[in-house]
């Protein structure tokens, strides 16, 4: 079991205040191994809190980000390769299939990106795993102000077993948090001629 926590997009403190109370008291040091973070920490309150919590911490730069990280990362954890980038760099914005085609050029099996503050976690055609965590504190995004407001607060965690991943989805919805879980199976990724 190698737990991976994907928590994006917290915009402290220029789109919100802090993380909610809520899931700082369920992210805890200790049990967490891989913290990935698509962009916009703003802080280093924020990112010393994220280190705490697990034994790698792993950062792309955000669109808001003042301190300067790798545009992309590409990680494995056991058998599964991770990719991890902000997502303000892919056009057009919020565009699966555009977020499939990169997570193919990036030869990974997850892809992992933010921006939207939408939270998303499907499998596309060709296997693997896309996952947008959302916004951990549900601050509004470029794209949420347009549409009239921001998103619930999200995070994801991923258990890695072996070839399959269990996902669990954390949301905070009228003040209780949510936990949806679903199970992947790690499947060959679809050859590019």
Known sequence: MVLVLAISDLNVPFGSPGLPEKFEKMLVPGKIQYVLVPGNLNTKNTEH???SLG???HVTHGDMDIARYPERLVLTVGSVV????????????????????????????VLVYGFSHELLVMQPDDGGLIVN???????V???????????PPSFVLMDVLGSRIV?????IH???VNVERTVYEKTARASTS
């Open 49 to 51: 809190f994220l280190a």
């Open 55 to 57: 034994a790698e911490l």
């Open 82 to 109: 991770f990719g991890l980038i902000h997502g303000h760099q892919i056009v057009p914005w919020g565009d699966v299939d555009a977020v499939c085609s990169l997570k193919r050029d990036m030869g990974v099996d």
């Open 133 to 139: 965590p959302g916004s951990a504190t549900g601050a």
């Open 141 to 151: 995004s470029v794209l949420g102000a347009r549409s009239g407001g921001g998103r």
């Open 167 to 171: 996902v669990y989805v954390y949301t």
């Open 174 to 176: 009228n003040d209780d």
